[in-house]
């Protein structure tokens, strides 16, 4: 396949190929690199190792039946795919969520934007060379995991959500245990920044490296806390307000270039560290304010039959950005077509056009900023 | 502004013959959408892109749709503006035995992996594309799977792409069904 990418005339330039075992590729990736010794003339990334034909599922799947694949999206984060699906199905069939399904819908997901973010933060770190963090971060995954496995009985494909609501409610104190669990966390989030955050070695080695501006990522397609990083606050649970976020107060953090330029890769890292600080907040209200809302009241009024007819899009912030669910229904049990559009395929798409120039150990460190995840590339 | 009225902005410009069909917002369509003549819709999106009050920059999602019945392969737009935060859905409907339509790369350049992956599971033929490769599957892979009409191979370079169902194998019993079956 290089052949027919690069014709290799000059004899200085070699041709290297980077994976798709590489361990820092998160995943199954693979880049065909044009370099001239350390530096890249052009890489291009081979996708499609993990390609799983989720959407030809989709058409051979009823509608509730088609939710746990939906976690397989992205394994890592799969609390968003499970609500982009059923919210694209809401929509389609104009099904209304409960309140107290909504909230334990945000306490889910926001609890896995921090675990997904834990390991964003700490497999970046290890990427480019600093072992500790990963194990500080994977210890607060865990927590998170058993949270999970409490609430729905799985630790990483949950399932969780229903078309019209949840699956279960809350075990009998689990609120409590969450909320002294943010006790611990909070201060170990300021501990990490001291640990890695802002330790100097760290911060020479990601400052105005791969610098993304605001253009080129909108440009590109860029979402979530990549878009943000360029120092644009552009979030979907502040544009759309979809769920019951408008009624929790948190705020957007951006790239401010603080250590470099806006939108290197630094900034990238501190925007996802910043992002936990606010899930964290949005969690605590959340947490309180579920109580107003009456118990076992989590699944809306459903249609006897599902067999809707029509097309409907849906979007949610998901840890990886604008996750999209493009759904149309031609009155069978099973969707005719159903497409889900992902932040990590965009952010892989800008490597080809922003690789020209960089080091090859900075390359690492770009594909680790943007914390793409390999089978929410493939699907 | 609404879909409704960049629909008729966009049909005063460029004549009712270019963009047309306008759908509005009902039971069946959750979101409003109109058609655009497939071979005339590069214009219509840099006008949809560099108007001022219009300035849609950014392509949400690209999906094709086959539809064998109606004999077309439907390629649908979703577009976002940052700065309005208005919504549009374009369609392009393209004859199935023929698929094409110019590409929208110099519009937005994330349209680029969205084309290829349209190509590689649709096989719509995006003209003047850079680098319209199969993404997802295999190079040497034989037809374009979302197509309603495909039919899976046995195998792949000796691999097997389908396996027996295991409750059949081994005749697992199934709750409910079977009475052994604990």
Known sequence: MSEVIFTNEMDEEMTLNMGPHHPSTHGVLRFIIQSDGEIIRKAVPDVGYLHRSIEKIAERNTYPGFMPYTDRVDYVAAMFSNECWSMACEKLMGIEVPKRASYLRVISCELNRIASHMIALGAMAMDIGAVTPFPWTLREREYINDFTEELCGARLTYNYHRIGGVSWDMPKGWADKVKRWLDNFEPIMKEFDRLITLNDIFVKRLANVAVITTEEAKDWGLVGPNLRASGFAWDLRKEDGYSVYPELEFNIPVGKGEMGTVGDCWDRFYVRVEECKESAKILRQALDKINEHPEDDIVGRLPKKMKPEGEAYARVESARGDMGCYVIGKGGEEAYRAKFRTGSFTAMSIIEAKSPGLFLADLVALIASFDVVAPEIDR | ?182
Request: charge should be negative; hydrophobic fraction near 35%; glycine fraction near 4%.
């Open chain 2, 1 to 182: 502004m609404t879909p409704e009225a960049i629909f008729k902005r966009l049909q005063e410009k460029f004549g009712e013959e270019t963009v047309f069909d306008f759908h509005e917002v009902s039971d069946k369509n959750r979101d409003a959408w109109f058609q655009v003549a497939p071979f005339e819709i590069e214009p219509v999106c840099e006008y949809l892109k560099t108007e001022p009050d219009l300035a849609f920059d950014y392509l949400e999602s690209m999906t094709g749709v086959d539809y064998p019945d109606d004999k077309k392969i439907v390629v649908v737009d979703h577009i976002y503006s940052y700065g309005h935060k208005h919504r549009v859905i374009l369609k392009a409907f393209l004859d199935r035995e023929d698929p094409a339509m110019p590409t929208l790369v110099n519009v937005w350049s994330t349209a680029n992996w969205h084309e290829r992956e349209c190509f590689d599971l649709l096989g719509v033929l995006f003209e003047g594309h850079p680098d319209l490769r199969r993404i997802l599957l295999p190079d040497d892979w034989e037809g374009h799977p979302l197509r309603k009409d495909y039919e899976e191979k046995e195998e792949y370079h000796g691999i097997p792409t389908q396996r027996p169902n295991p409750i059949e194998l081994y005749k697992i019993g199934v709750p409910g069904k079977d009475k052994k079956a604990s």
